[in-house]
Protein backbone atom coordinates (compact mmCIF):
# COMPACT_ATOMS: atom_id res chain seq x y z
CA UNK A 1 0.00 0.00 0.00
CA UNK A 2 1.42 3.61 -0.77
CA UNK A 3 1.49 6.64 1.53
CA UNK A 4 -2.07 7.99 2.78
CA UNK A 5 -0.97 11.56 1.82
CA UNK A 6 0.81 13.25 -1.12
CA UNK A 7 3.73 13.88 1.06
CA UNK A 8 4.89 16.84 -1.34
CA UNK A 9 1.70 18.38 -0.63
CA UNK A 10 1.51 18.05 2.98
CA UNK A 11 5.73 18.71 3.27
CA UNK A 12 4.96 21.55 1.26
CA UNK A 13 1.77 22.88 3.69
CA UNK A 14 3.58 21.91 6.84
CA UNK A 15 7.41 24.06 5.79
CA UNK A 16 5.93 26.56 3.72
CA UNK A 17 3.35 28.04 6.98
CA UNK A 18 5.04 30.65 8.18
CA UNK A 19 4.41 33.76 10.94
CA UNK A 20 2.74 36.53 8.57
CA UNK A 21 2.94 40.10 9.34
CA UNK A 22 3.94 42.35 6.23
CA UNK A 23 2.25 40.36 4.28
CA UNK A 24 -1.44 40.36 5.77
CA UNK A 25 -4.04 41.92 3.24
CA UNK A 26 -5.48 44.85 5.32
CA UNK A 27 -8.26 45.40 2.58
CA UNK A 28 -9.92 41.97 2.32
CA UNK A 29 -12.76 40.54 4.40
CA UNK A 30 -12.17 37.28 5.81
CA UNK A 31 -15.29 35.21 5.71
CA UNK A 32 -17.05 33.78 8.66
CA UNK A 33 -17.28 30.22 7.14
CA UNK A 34 -13.26 30.60 6.51
CA UNK A 35 -12.90 30.60 9.77
CA UNK A 36 -15.44 28.18 11.27
CA UNK A 37 -13.64 25.54 9.02
CA UNK A 38 -10.53 26.31 9.74
CA UNK A 39 -11.75 25.74 14.01
CA UNK A 40 -13.41 23.13 12.96
CA UNK A 41 -10.12 21.38 11.66
CA UNK A 42 -8.54 22.30 14.99
CA UNK A 43 -10.83 20.67 17.09
CA UNK A 44 -9.21 17.31 15.38
CA UNK A 45 -6.02 18.36 17.29
CA UNK A 46 -5.01 16.56 20.61
CA UNK A 47 -6.57 17.22 23.87
CA UNK A 48 -5.41 16.04 27.08
CA UNK A 49 -7.85 13.38 28.55
CA UNK A 50 -10.16 14.15 25.63
CA UNK A 51 -11.15 16.94 27.60
CA UNK A 52 -11.99 19.52 24.47
CA UNK A 53 -11.78 22.51 26.39
CA UNK A 54 -10.96 24.68 23.37
CA UNK A 55 -12.96 28.19 23.22
CA UNK A 56 -12.32 30.78 20.31
CA UNK A 57 -13.09 34.74 20.45
CA UNK A 58 -13.37 35.80 17.11
CA UNK A 59 -13.45 39.82 17.00
CA UNK A 60 -13.82 41.83 13.45
CA UNK A 61 -15.62 44.44 14.62
CA UNK A 62 -13.13 47.61 13.99
CA UNK A 63 -13.59 49.37 17.47
CA UNK A 64 -13.07 46.30 19.80
CA UNK A 65 -10.37 45.38 17.33
CA UNK A 66 -8.56 49.21 18.18
CA UNK A 67 -8.94 48.29 21.94
CA UNK A 68 -7.30 45.02 21.55
CA UNK A 69 -4.57 46.75 19.36
CA UNK A 70 -3.91 49.11 22.37
CA UNK A 71 -3.22 46.27 24.77
CA UNK A 72 -1.29 44.66 22.20
CA UNK A 73 0.76 47.63 21.61
CA UNK A 74 1.68 48.06 25.76
CA UNK A 75 2.67 44.86 26.08
CA UNK A 76 4.61 44.96 22.98
CA UNK A 77 6.55 48.05 23.90
CA UNK A 78 9.19 46.24 26.37
CA UNK A 79 9.81 43.81 23.51
CA UNK A 80 10.84 46.59 21.06
CA UNK A 81 12.47 48.50 23.68
CA UNK A 82 14.99 45.50 24.47
CA UNK A 83 15.51 44.83 20.56
CA UNK A 84 16.40 48.55 20.29
CA UNK A 85 18.86 48.08 23.01
CA UNK A 86 20.45 45.02 20.90
CA UNK A 87 20.34 46.96 17.88
CA UNK A 88 24.32 48.20 18.27
CA UNK A 89 25.41 44.29 18.45
CA UNK A 90 25.48 41.36 15.98
CA UNK A 91 22.20 40.73 14.63
CA UNK A 92 21.65 37.83 11.99
CA UNK A 93 19.65 38.37 8.67
CA UNK A 94 17.08 36.37 9.90
CA UNK A 95 16.43 37.98 13.16
CA UNK A 96 16.36 41.00 11.59
CA UNK A 97 13.36 40.65 9.40
CA UNK A 98 11.65 39.13 12.28
CA UNK A 99 12.01 42.59 14.07
CA UNK A 100 11.30 44.77 11.41
CA UNK A 101 8.04 42.72 10.71
CA UNK A 102 7.22 42.82 14.33
CA UNK A 103 7.32 46.48 14.35
CA UNK A 104 5.01 46.87 11.51
CA UNK A 105 2.84 44.55 13.15
CA UNK A 106 2.53 46.57 15.82
CA UNK A 107 1.88 49.46 13.71
CA UNK A 108 -1.24 47.92 11.76
CA UNK A 109 -2.85 45.27 13.98
CA UNK A 110 -5.68 47.66 14.78
CA UNK A 111 -6.28 47.22 10.92
CA UNK A 112 -5.70 43.15 10.31
CA UNK A 113 -9.34 41.85 9.53
CA UNK A 114 -9.53 39.15 12.34
CA UNK A 115 -8.19 39.08 15.76
CA UNK A 116 -8.16 35.16 16.76
CA UNK A 117 -8.31 34.52 20.51
CA UNK A 118 -7.89 30.90 21.25
CA UNK A 119 -8.86 29.93 24.92
CA UNK A 120 -8.89 26.72 27.11
CA UNK A 121 -11.07 26.20 30.19
CA UNK A 122 -9.34 26.32 33.20
CA UNK A 123 -6.08 27.74 34.99
CA UNK A 124 -2.49 26.44 35.49
CA UNK A 125 -2.46 26.57 39.21
CA UNK A 126 0.43 23.92 39.44
CA UNK A 127 3.54 24.27 37.24
CA UNK A 128 3.93 20.36 37.20
CA UNK A 129 1.08 20.82 34.84
CA UNK A 130 1.34 23.82 32.92
CA UNK A 131 2.78 21.77 30.04
CA UNK A 132 -0.09 19.00 29.78
CA UNK A 133 -2.57 21.94 30.21
CA UNK A 134 -1.33 24.12 27.16
CA UNK A 135 -0.61 20.76 25.61
CA UNK A 136 -4.03 20.70 24.97
CA UNK A 137 -4.81 24.10 22.82
CA UNK A 138 -1.65 24.45 21.28
CA UNK A 139 -1.76 21.57 18.54
CA UNK A 140 -5.23 22.92 18.02
CA UNK A 141 -3.98 26.56 17.33
CA UNK A 142 -1.57 25.34 15.04
CA UNK A 143 -3.95 23.20 13.25
CA UNK A 144 -5.82 26.38 12.93
CA UNK A 145 -3.07 28.53 11.55
CA UNK A 146 -2.37 24.91 9.01
CA UNK A 147 -5.97 25.21 7.43
CA UNK A 148 -5.89 29.20 7.06
CA UNK A 149 -2.39 28.28 5.34
CA UNK A 150 -4.01 25.47 2.70
CA UNK A 151 -7.02 28.21 2.06
CA UNK A 152 -5.07 31.74 1.49
CA UNK A 153 -4.31 33.29 4.84
CA UNK A 154 -2.19 34.11 6.88
CA UNK A 155 -1.51 34.07 10.68
CA UNK A 156 1.43 34.89 13.36
CA UNK A 157 0.97 33.54 16.71
CA UNK A 158 1.00 36.48 19.04
CA UNK A 159 1.40 36.98 23.13
CA UNK A 160 1.79 40.52 23.61
CA UNK A 161 -1.49 40.89 24.79
CA UNK A 162 -1.55 38.44 27.23
CA UNK A 163 0.72 41.17 29.76
CA UNK A 164 -3.06 42.53 29.68
CA UNK A 165 -4.77 39.47 29.67
CA UNK A 166 -7.56 40.62 32.62
CA UNK A 167 -8.12 43.65 30.63
CA UNK A 168 -8.62 41.43 27.43
CA UNK A 169 -10.58 39.20 29.09
CA UNK A 170 -12.88 42.39 30.49
CA UNK A 171 -13.46 43.83 26.98
CA UNK A 172 -14.48 40.27 25.45
CA UNK A 173 -16.14 39.06 28.24
CA UNK A 174 -14.39 36.01 28.56
CA UNK A 175 -14.83 34.28 31.58
CA UNK A 176 -12.46 34.40 35.29
CA UNK A 177 -11.77 30.51 34.65
CA UNK A 178 -10.80 30.45 30.95
CA UNK A 179 -7.05 30.76 29.67
CA UNK A 180 -6.55 32.53 26.63
CA UNK A 181 -3.38 31.35 25.28
CA UNK A 182 -2.56 33.52 22.37
CA UNK A 183 -3.63 36.00 19.83
CA UNK A 184 -3.82 35.32 16.12
CA UNK A 185 -4.27 38.30 13.33
CA UNK A 186 -5.65 36.70 10.88
CA UNK A 187 -6.27 37.92 7.14
CA UNK A 188 -5.87 36.69 3.60
CA UNK A 189 -2.61 36.99 2.60
CA UNK A 190 -0.36 39.38 -0.60
CA UNK A 191 0.50 36.35 -2.47
CA UNK A 192 1.23 32.47 -1.21
CA UNK A 193 4.91 32.16 -2.37
CA UNK A 194 5.95 31.14 1.00
CA UNK A 195 8.90 29.65 1.83
CA UNK A 196 10.99 27.40 4.18
CA UNK A 197 12.79 29.38 6.62
CA UNK A 198 16.47 28.74 7.69
CA UNK A 199 17.00 26.01 9.78
CA UNK A 200 19.57 24.61 11.80
CA UNK A 201 20.40 20.79 9.96
CA UNK A 202 18.24 18.03 11.63
CA UNK A 203 21.19 15.70 12.91
CA UNK A 204 22.54 18.80 14.53
CA UNK A 205 19.60 19.09 16.63
CA UNK A 206 18.79 15.18 17.35
CA UNK A 207 20.38 13.37 20.27
CA UNK A 208 20.09 9.08 19.76
CA UNK A 209 19.49 7.59 23.12
CA UNK A 210 21.82 10.37 25.50
CA UNK A 211 21.49 13.99 25.41
CA UNK A 212 24.90 15.20 23.59
CA UNK A 213 27.36 17.84 23.33
Known amino acids: MGVPFDTATTDRLLSTTRAVRKRL ?13 CIRLSQQAPTGSNSQGWRW ?5 PD ?28 DEQLARVRES ?12 VLAIPCIRGR ?17 IWSFQLALRS ?24 PAD ?15 DFKPAKRQPAEEITFWETWQD
Open 57 to 61: VIVTE
Open 151 to 174: RGLGSVWTTFHLAHEQEAADLLGI
Open 25 to 37: DLDRPVERDVILD
Open 102 to 113: ARHLLEVIDRVP
Open 124 to 140: VTDVRYAASFFGSIHPA
Open 64 to 91: RRARLAELYRSGGAAYMRAAASDEGGPV
Open 178 to 192: VTQAAMLPVAYTLGT
